[in-house]
């Protein structure tokens, strides 16, 4: 299954943008599917029809979706959420208050990406059309598997090797004990959370089928966004393989007081498209009337794709490379407006941490790196070159290993 995520600044169109592309997609044969992850939902508006937490046919090959997190939250959590809740309610903690600390942060992000996965192995759909909630939700939203695995495999392993060995002996001990004993389905449903998170991750920055596309407006608040976006994105390994710059005033028309401002997009729009190269960058112009039902989205997506199939690979250049070259091995990452002053880089056993202010991105190594320190990190061309001497370092090892032998 293809996955389209649209993403941008609040405003900025990328709803009707995502609309029109599974519209067009739709009309090509595709089976498609468009799913808004924003909790201020919007695509029913778009579409000028009522949408709900399950899929609704839109025409034939479409169908679209406003996801319910909190749907999707009971369903895969509430075994765990009855477990947490008696005991806090034990403890005196009020049941509101009980429920509500039950959940874990951006749990109800993360019940919305478990979807993908089951969409994507129901087989039903050939597209997946996600339109977001504005960059920075999505940015955490997209960053989920990442940066909820850790607690997930702490809840796991001791799921794993402290609960289960031990909750049918201490069952049997006393009702005050086996109160704390938590049942089967709640362990369950933790194992199977956390198996469906490493899914979505692979599912996610697969770059051969999942990419997101830049929604922006040619204003200066909207190209800042859009290229932090574009970073992070690219730290954290997502593929984005176009820009698209909508409501572009028509410069063959007089536009009479906006006139200063048509050539303040155009000032802009040369900016980006030298900023972003070599990313295409799509010009979608500014309409007369709202892009709203069927019609107005079909007209859209024909300016926007005209002849070109919006599920084709429009960039195809990974974010992430591992390179080697003799002795020197290189981690390199496509950090394009990164500030060099903001990145910090170090190694924990087999991992790799690069963090820009408060994004952090963990690669797991190459065996044959793990323990290796880096060389310093360079920038090249926009990207961060983070170099292995192997050589260097084998011979390092060596010699401590002599030592070693020396000492007896």
């Given at each position: 299954m293809r996955i389209l995520t649209f993403t941008g600044k609040g405003g900025v169109g990328k709803t009707s943008v995502s609309a029109a592309t599974a519209v067009r997609l739709s009309e090509l044969g595709y089976r498609t599917l468009v799913l808004s992850t924003d909790p201020a939902h919007s695509l029913?508006?778009?579409?000028?029809?009522?949408?709900?937490?399950?899929?609704?046919?839109?025409?034939?090959?479409?169908?679209?979706?406003?996801?319910?997190?909190?749907?999707?939250?009971?369903?895969?959590?509430?075994?765990v959420q009855k477990y947490y809740t008696r005991i806090f309610m034990a403890q005196g903690i009020s049941g509101v208050m009980a429920d509500e600390m039950t959940i874990l942060p951006g749990m109800e992000e993360l019940f919305s990406l478990l979807r993908i996965k089951r969409y994507k192995a129901s087989g039903l759909y050939d597209v997946l059309v996600l339109d977001t909630a504005p960059t920075g939700e999505t940015l955490r939203l997209l960053s989920l598997p990442d940066t909820l695995a850790w607690g997930m495999k702490a809840v796991k392993n001791v799921n794993k090797y402290l609960i289960k060995p031990l909750s049918k002996p201490l069952s049997k001990m006393s009702d005050k004990i086996a109160f704390f004993i938590p049942p089967a389905d709640a362990i369950e449903s933790v194992d199977q959370v956390f198996d469906e998170l490493e899914d979505i991750r692979e599912i996610l920055t697969d770059n051969q089928k999942s990419t997101v596309r830049l929604v922006m407006n040619a204003e200066k608040m909207s190209i800042k966004e859009t290229m932090r976006a574009l970073t992070y994105l690219n730290l954290y390994g997502f593929k984005v393989d176009m820009v698209l710059v909508?409501?572009?005033?028509?410069?063959?028309?007089?536009?009479?007081?906006?006139?200063?401002?048509?050539?303040?997009?155009?000032?802009?729009?040369?900016?980006?498209?030298?900023?972003?190269?070599?990313?295409?960058?799509?010009?979608?112009?500014?309409?007369?009337?709202?892009?709203?039902?069927?019609?107005?989205?079909?007209?859209?997506?024909?300016?926007?794709?005209?002849?070109?199939?919006?599920?084709?690979m429009?960039?195809?250049?990974?974010?992430?490379?591992?390179?080697?070259?003799?002795?020197?091995?290189?981690?390199?990452?496509?950090?394009?407006?990164?500030?060099?002053?903001?990145?910090?880089?170090?190694?924990?056993?087999?991992?790799?941490?690069?963090?820009?202010?408060?994004?952090?991105?963990?690669?797991?190594?190459?065996?044959?790196?793990?323990?290796?320190?880096?060389?310093?990190?360079?920038?090249?061309?926009?990207?961060?070159?983070?170099?292995?001497?192997?050589?260097?370092?084998?011979?390092?090892?060596?010699?401590?290993?002599?030592?070693?032998?020396?000492r007896g």
């Open positions: 029913s508006d778009s579409f000028n029809l009522p949408l709900g937490a399950e899929p609704t046919k839109i025409k034939e090959n479409l169908h679209a979706i406003e996801v319910n997190p909190y749907v999707d939250l009971k369903q895969n959590w509430q075994s909508n409501r572009l005033l028509d410069t063959n028309e007089d536009s009479g007081y906006l006139e200063n401002w048509k050539a303040i997009q155009q000032k802009y729009l040369g900016e980006i498209e030298e900023g972003f190269s070599p990313l295409p960058v799509k010009k979608l112009r500014m309409y007369e009337q709202e892009i709203v039902g069927l019609k107005s989205l079909e007209m859209f997506a024909r300016d926007m794709y005209g002849d070109t199939d919006p599920s084709d429009m960039y195809d250049e990974p974010p992430i490379k591992f390179v080697r070259s003799g002795d020197v091995y290189e981690v390199q990452l496509k950090l394009m407006f990164a500030n060099p002053v903001d990145i910090d880089v170090w190694v924990t056993g087999d991992e790799l941490f690069v963090q820009i202010g408060n994004q952090r991105k963990i690669i797991t190594l190459p065996i044959s790196l793990t323990g290796l320190e880096p060389g310093d990190a360079v920038f090249k061309d926009k990207w961060l070159h983070i170099p292995f001497d192997l050589d260097r370092q084998n011979h390092s090892r060596s010699q401590k290993e002599q030592k070693a032998y020396d």
